[in-house]
């Protein structure tokens, strides 16, 4: 254990930058075009990782800076990517994120944007939103979180009270999206969930190449969230500023911060508040999912029970997959997350609280070296989380589950459905499954029932 | 929906053969918002880098450089596998501030105790050139206190394109030549630049060799130690695949030790039988050339009626070619006519002017030659051009697949072997599985007239 106090370098790490987070919550945007302000690699490196999860068209654009544009400024070839984008792609709007290099060499974008503007005039300019997103300070979900907060304070405006609700859901998958639509739609509630890349980064086989593909929440809706009823914001570790707090201070919309409904209880937990919110009664098929998620708990139970599993990975996402497992009676031995919020612990201290399991070792900012060494005496029995720990499973032998993002070595990794009772449920066949198999494949006898 | 039309600014570097002579505007910066298929300069060095499989490939920067390099390539080693981990400084906003050389330091001393590696490089990013970290100077340091070469790699992204990136590679390798043990290196040697044995395609390649009576001493970089490079100096002559990436390693030895070079490519049975012609015929020795044309033939032997029953099928598909380096585009085209298909696009993402020219020659006419395309272009050329099938890397598949037609990924994350004689053969069925799989009936283009979509 003696890497974690000394050791400086990061080895495998357990996280990605931030731009990454920021121009995947722009494909979430109808009509959007992400553009990373900073040099072409950024884009390229960014879009190959994504792709690999999604297999889908990620077209992300780069104002593509050289050597004289670092020394002199970025603000000509931003504005001029700018320009050839809108050419090209027509977009409702651009979604631009910046990177360390053009925040280090000090590009005022707000300024260059203004600028821009001016020297276009505001009918021929494209619609910009911008967030700031070096790579130096924070994680992809840090960079998620703030393109969904500019979008808010950027977009909205003061409106008349309207009958929909604001759902920001935070970085789950395409299936999951689609799963919340369904929801919010057996409730008769109006979401506006925000991103929504449900079909933008899941879509179909098409005979043209989409200049930009269709779905993403309208921008129509965005600009009207503040006169929504309500504000869902999912996590369990944001910060005190987010797109949620904004809407609560500037139109007064309530918040409801919850964690990512995985599991029982946080999924009850969230019909519990859209039950508040439209005012009738959980409809019967989340009645009858529910139920019939606990049968299968029945049937499986033994075959969990007791077992060890280190669950990694972006830290709302393990803190509700830490609950959920302790549901099932499997019990988190380590929790980790190359994210370093500060509120990853207290998280999970929270959602294990009366499940009278004993807390797991939690710990935040550190890389799959870290990870595989905290791992070694704790007798694990599964890694849950995303395929980067593939290396570690493989030469250990421990079975992983693969949830979340990137799933870079099976295909229909953003099919995976976590949240819900409909989640659970697979998830819980998936790692049941798993075990059963491990033993069929380890036993003498090969039995050829459970 | 509409299909796009290619931007004013990049008419320059879209051709169309027969149109016109051709006068290919390359080797330029990507253009702000075309979306390029290029990477930068840190993309170039890593690449070329990334096999030297006992060394520790320290990335100096904030984290996204890294992590998006890790394991990225199916480059095999028969031993050390040091090179499939990702190490970073994951320089935070403090450093940024007072500069990362500290931690660059410490990163390396703790890094090279618990790998105990035989180099380390350490690759500069954009950042790093801004906040002017003396890279130099931490390595010599490093380097004297752990005895190991530590070779900074100058590879700020915005430094220019990919190709800047493989100078600067080349710069850092030209640094452990001469510094080896030459001593019992046969006459008739050679080092294999350009391949990154992926798949394992080097050994194939080297065994080719060894059996005309040919040493290989390094390979650069495939499957490639530390040592090899230092006493590659030793060998009698550099044969240079994708001579984008090592040319510049290759001219390096010429000047400095007057080692030859000679430009090979092993794609395609042609090429790959003309390789070991042209080794052969350098050293000059008759016997060398009679094993040659033994090797060649004897393995011809069984390929050709396997390929003869591709071709039966695959005549007159049409595929549409874009990757990285030309030289792999040359041998493609006479890879895809060997099997009986026609190329009617052909680009790559960092090809020189002597390139584009060469692929003119060897193209059929109104074949689209392109150079540092992006999305939209390369999927209004598959549609105007009804491509049956696309060969690219990742990023280029995405857009085969959305608009229904058949890939082959020949980038190097590739986990299937296509150099060499049998690398002809797994081609021929790669490309078979994806042009003849049943889904492609399905699929919108494919589907007249069905409702159900």
């Known amino acids: ?450 | 929906m509409n299909t796009a039309i290619p931007l004013e600014e990049r008419m320059g570097q879209i051709h169309r053969k027969g149109s016109n002579p051709i006068d290919l505007d390359c080797n330029k910066d990507s253009m702000a918002g075309a979306v390029s298929q290029r990477a930068c300069v840190f993309c170039g060095s890593r690449v070329v880098l990334y096999p030297i499989a006992d060394a520790l490939h320290l990335v100096h920067g904030p984290i996204g450089c890294a992590v998006y390099t890790w394991d990225i390539r199916g480059a095999l080693s028969s031993g050390p596998e040091l090179h499939r981990l990702s190490f970073s400084t994951d320089l935070q906003e403090m450093d940024v501030i007072f500069g990362g050389e500290k931690k660059l330091e410490k990163a390396l001393l703790e890094l090279i105790e618990r790998y105990q590696p035989k180099a380390a490089f350490v690759y500069s990013t954009c950042i790093v050139g801004i906040i002017g970290d003396d890279i130099e100077g931490v390595c010599a340091k490093v380097a004297k206190q752990t005895n190991i070469p530590v070779l900074p790699v100058q590879s700020e992204g915005f430094k220019g394109n990919k190709r800047a990136g493989y100078e600067a590679a080349c710069k850092a390798m030209g640094r452990l030549l001469g510094t080896g043990d030459t001593t019992g290196i046969s006459n008739y040697s050679i080092n294999i630049l350009g391949d990154f044995n992926l798949a394992g395609e080097i050994w194939l390649i080297r065994e080719y060799f060894q059996r005309i009576g040919i040493e290989v001493v390094a390979n650069i970089t495939g499957d490639g130690r530390v040592a090899d490079i230092q006493r590659a100096h030793g060998a009698a002559l550099n044969v240079v695949q994708c001579s984008g990436a090592t040319m510049d390693l290759a001219t390096m030895m010429n000047e400095r030790y007057g080692t030859p070079v000679i430009r090979v490519s092993y794609f395609g049975i042609e090429d790959m039988a003309e390789a070991l012609y042209s080794v052969a015929r350098h050293f000059g020795d008759p016997q060398l050339m009679t094993r040659a044309q033994e090797l060649v033939r004897q393995e011809l032997e069984g390929l050709l009626p396997k390929l003869s029953e591709y071709r039966k099928v695959l005549n007159g598909k049409k595929a549409a070619i874009y990757v990285g380096g030309a030289f792999k585009a040359f041998s493609l085209v006479k890879a895809f006519r060997l099997i009986g298909m026609e190329v009617v696009m052909v680009g790559s993402q960092t090809g020189t002017r002597e390139d584009y020219e060469e692929l003119e020659a060897i193209t059929d006419d109104g074949t689209i030659i392109v150079d540092d395309s992006n999305p939209l272009e390369l999927s209004s050329f598959i549609k105007e051009k009804e491509v049956d099938l696309f060969v690219g890397g990742v990023k280029e598949r995405p857009i085969a697949y959305k608009l229904g037609v058949a890939f082959c990924d020949h980038n190097h994350e590739r986990q299937q072997m296509l150099a060499g004689f049998q690398g002809m053969l797994n081609f021929a069925e790669e490309v078979y599985s994806s042009v003849m799989s049943p889904v492609w009936k399905f699929v919108p283009r494919r589907e007249k007239g069905d409702s159900h979509g």
């Not at chain 1, 290396?391 to 693969?402: A, D, E, M, N, V």
């Open chain 1, 1 to 450: 254990m003696a890497k974690m106090s000394t050791y400086v370098s990061t080895t495998n790490a357990c996280k990605l930058c931030k731009p990454l987070g920021a121009s995947i919550a722009f494909k979430g945007i109808e009509g959007c075009v992400p553009f990373l302000h900073g040099s072409q690699g950024c884009a390229t490196y960014m879009r190959r990782y994504i792709i690999s999860h999604y297999n889908e068209p990620i077209d992300i654009a780069s104002s593509s800076l050289g050597e004289k544009h670092a020394v002199y400024g970025g603000g000509p070839n931003l504005k001029l990517g700018l320009t050839n984008v809108t050419a090209k792609y027509c977009p409702r709007l651009v979604g631009l994120a910046t990177t360390c290099l053009t925040e280090t060499i000090g590009d005022d974008v707000k300024m260059l944007l203004n600028e821009y503007q001016k020297e276009l005039g505001e009918e021929d300019s494209p619609r910009v939103v911008s967030v700031s997103t070096p790579s130096y300070s924070g994680t992809h979900m840090e960079g998620f979180h703030a393109a969904v907060q500019a979008v808010v304070e950027q977009l909205t405006e003061a409106v008349e009270p309207n009958e929909t609700i604001n759902l920001l859901s935070g970085f789950i998958s395409t299936a999951d999206i689609r799963y919340l639509k369904g929801v919010c739609n057996d409730f008769q509630l109006s979401p506006t969930i925000l991103p929504d890349y449900s079909e933008t980064l899941d879509g179909p086989a098409l005979n043209d190449y989409p200049l930009i593909p269709e779905g993403g929440t309208p921008i129509e809706s965005i600009v009207k969230m503040g006169g929504a009823q309500a504000t869902i914001e999912f996590g369990s570790t944001l910060g005190e500023k987010s797109a949620g707090t904004f809407l609560e201070k500037t139109y007064s919309v309530p918040l409801h911060r919850c964690s990512l409904p995985i599991g029982i209880s946080a999924t009850d937990q969230l019909m519990d508040l859209l039950q508040s919110l439209n005012g009738k009664a959980i409809p019967e098929e989340y009645r009858s999912a529910r139920g019939r998620l606990i049968d299968a708990l029945v049937d499986g139970h033994k075959y969990v029970f007791g077992k060890r599993a280190v669950v990694f990975g972006e830290e709302d996402l393990v803190v509700g997959l830490a609950a959920f497992l302790t549901e099932i009676g499997i019990k988190p031995v380590l929790c980790a997350s190359g994210g370093k919020s500060t509120r990853f612990k207290r998280a999970i201290e929270n959602a294990l609280e009366g499940s009278g399991f004993e807390l797991p070792e939690v710990r935040e900012d550190v890389d799959f070296y870290d990870i595989e060494d905290l791992a070694e005496d704790l007798e694990v029995d599964l890694l849950i989380g995303h395929s980067k720990a593939y290396t570690f499973s493989r030469r250990k032998g421990i079975p992983l589950i693969r949830v979340g993002f990137p799933i870079h070595d099976r295909v229909g990794g953003q099919r995976i459905l976590h949240l819900g009772y409909h989640g659970a449920q697979m998830m819980f066949d998936t790692i049941t499954n798993t075990i059963i198999e491990r033993k069929q494949n380890l036993s003498e006898v090969g039995y050829s029932y459970m």
